[in-house]
Structures are given as C-alpha cells and as structure tokens.
C-alpha cells in the first residue's frame, strides 16, 4: 500500500476523495440538491452513516442558498466550526461567521439564568437584525432554546444546521427540529460534531459559489 | 423520548455522557492510562468504531503527558483543531498551540517546492527550539514529513498524534508514523478528523491537570 504520488495536493486530494465516496456510495441514487452536501460530510467524517442519516425540510438547498447570496450570516456554537467555514467565500455575499460563546454578556446571562452558554447565545442571536444560519454541532441546549423560539414565533432562521454530537439530548433536540416549522439540515442519531457543520455550511457556499453569475 | 432535565448544564451532560460510554463499552477492559483518551474520542465523535482503530505506542500516555508538564508546545495541522484544544490548561504548564497553514512564509515555500502547505508546516516547526506534540487531524502529507524528517534524524517529536481523515493517502500516512521511531497516538483507517486531535489533546491535557500536585 503505497502513496499515491499523483495526488498528493489538496485540490488534486478532494477530486480523488470525491471520486472514490460516489464509488463507494454504488449505485445510490442521491438528490442532485443533496448530493454535494451528503459527499462533503462524508468527506469530512469517513463516515457513510450519513448517507442515510442527513435529513432535508422540502427545498431547504434552494432556500438556503438564496439567503447565502442575500448576505445571510451564520451563527454557529463552537470556536471549531467557525475556524472550519470559508468565511472568505461567505463574504463575498455580505455575510458574516457570529460566535457569541466566549461572549462576556452571554457568560453572565447563563449564570444568572442557570442556562447554558449556548442558550444565552441563541437569545443573543435572536435579537440580530440579520437573516441567519444557525450550524449547530455541539450543544443540544442550543437547538432546544431555537424550537422554543421558533414555536412561539420570536425567530424564523433562514435554516437550522442541527448536527450535535453525543450522548445526552442530542437525538431528541434533532427531533425538535425536524418537528419544528425551520428549514432544516439535521443529521439524525447521535453523530455529527462541529466538524460535520463546517461541512454542510462549506458545501452549501461552495454551491453557491459555482452558480455564480451562472 | 423526552428531554432529560436533570442533564442539561454541560458539566451535567460530560459527566452522564462518559456513564454512557462505559455502558456500551460493555465489559470490555481498556488499558487504565489509554481509557480516558479512548472514552474522549468516543465523546467526541460517537462512534465506538475508536475503542478498536485507536493504536498507542509503548507508554506513550506516560511521556505524554510528561511532554506536557514540562511545556510542550502543540503544532496542528487546521486552525480548527487549533480553536479545539483547552489553550487555557496547556498554557499552566507552559505550552501554547501552534497552527503555521496561514502563515504566509509557509504558503510562499510550499508554492516555490509544488508541495503543500502541511509539508512546509512540519519543516517550519522542526526549526522550533521547543519540544513538540504533533496534533495532525487533517493534512496526511504532514505526516509523511514527518515521518520523513523523523527517518533523517532531523526532528524528534515528544508526540504525533495521526488522525487524518480521508480517502487519499490517509490509510498509508498513519502507517508511516506507526512504523517510525516516535511516540505516537494513531487512529488506524479512513477515519480521524480535527476533532478526534483535538480530543486527544484534551484528554491528556485534563489527565495532567487532574494529576497536579499529586
């Protein structure tokens, strides 16, 4: 088993990689929509659980592009998945990558509440003038605070990414979600990570992106 | 399936996620200094696939976290992996993280050798005057540098963690470091990931810090 030498840089790496997921993948017939973004986690992950564990609303990829190049920003819960989405490409369309968990405010107002910092984040971000895309792959506090917010109308996300990863409500804030009336990407079950929604909001740019001026 | 309200405030959660973790390890006996390692990556990803992909060199663990008493730097290979790890603990004893990808002198030699900028990051940090772990999470041509630069005698790392992700070079590069002369932490396969070197770093990281003064 040796190197191969012919691919050894990034870009020639991702065609590669890309080329051996859709063999690997067989004759599975994925949603020309869904498709990049089902590859891109599973590029991410080395994982093909998520073949069949990405669930998609109903247009959520059109809805979730035409907020990208309305300048939509995203929110995510973690200093990881911020460092892993292109935010260059995001800025191209006026937007912008909000992380608000090492946010003093927030700090305070999750003590005083007893709530978690990702809680108080989500009551921040609700208050943003902006349309956003929340990327969730880290706290289910998160997405439990989104579906009550959504529920009782104070927010209306372009989309919310609900990938956490874990052990403890993560299944059932997922489930919140695809009960709730947001456009969503979840990747059901306990996988998913800060990683996985790095990918999904990449995937979603790089969409974006290559219909440029198409 | 409801919400557990008694788990929700994330010390909570990390605690009754690692109750859960050792359930479904079952009776299964893990090495008493791999165990925290192997239950963090599985806290981290969920998927148990690690309890059997993860490979220690000989007392790896111990000289570890001596590395680290002793303030040993980390280079990664992603700002991620970077935004990962507990820079607050690594830095009590000294340490702090080094991520050289956007360093411009590294981007401007990787395009003069056609190599990548992972390759021109691991010979960036082999002119460090520091003792050196090796988190590598996504970039396999790193660790075929350093395997190399290991082979040469040019570069004696206190740790190389291996956990590329991927489907390009991935499989081979781990066994690269396997077969080399340094002490290393490697995720046998496709699978691994900023997260999963970022875990890994933590791990030994709350193992130190749980240790001090002991």
Chains 1, 2 share one sequence.
Do not use: W
Not at 2 to 20: C, G, Q, T, W
Not at 106 to 132: C, F, H, M, Q
Not at 168 to 179: G, H, M, T, Y
Not at 181 to 200: L, M, Q, T
Request: charged share 25%.
């Amino acid at each position: 088993m040796k190197i191969d030498l012919e691919n050894v840089l990034p870009a020639d790496i991702e065609r590669r990689s890309f080329e051996i997921i859709e063999q690997e993948l067989g004759g599975r017939i994925l949603d020309k929509e869904k498709a990049p973004i089902i590859k891109r986690v599973i590029h991410t992950s080395a994982d093909f659980e998520y073949a069949d564990s990405l669930m998609f609303s109903e247009n959520v990829v059109e809805y979730a592009l035409a907020a990208i190049r309305r300048g939509a920003c995203i929110v995510t819960d973690t200093e990881m998945g911020k460092a892993g989405i292109n935010k260059k490409v995001l800025a191209k369309y006026g937007g912008e990558v909000l992380c608000f968990m090492a946010d003093e405010e927030v700090a305070r107002i999750a003590k005083i509440n007893g709530s978690t910092r990702a809680t108080a984040s989500i009551d921040k971000a609700a208050l943003l003038d902006k349309e956003i895309i929340f990327a969730i792959g880290n706290a289910p506090t998160a997405l439990v605070r989104l579906y009550e917010l959504i529920t009782e109308n104070k927010i209306k996300p372009a989309l919310v990414i609900g990938v956490p990863v874990g052990f403890v409500n993560v299944v059932q804030s997922k489930e919140l979600v695809i009960n709730s009336s947001a456009p969503y990407i979840v990747a059901r079950g306990r996988k998913g990570g800060s990683n996985v929604a790095a990918a999904i909001c990449n995937a979603l740019l790089y969409m974006v992106d290559e219909t440029r001026g198409a």
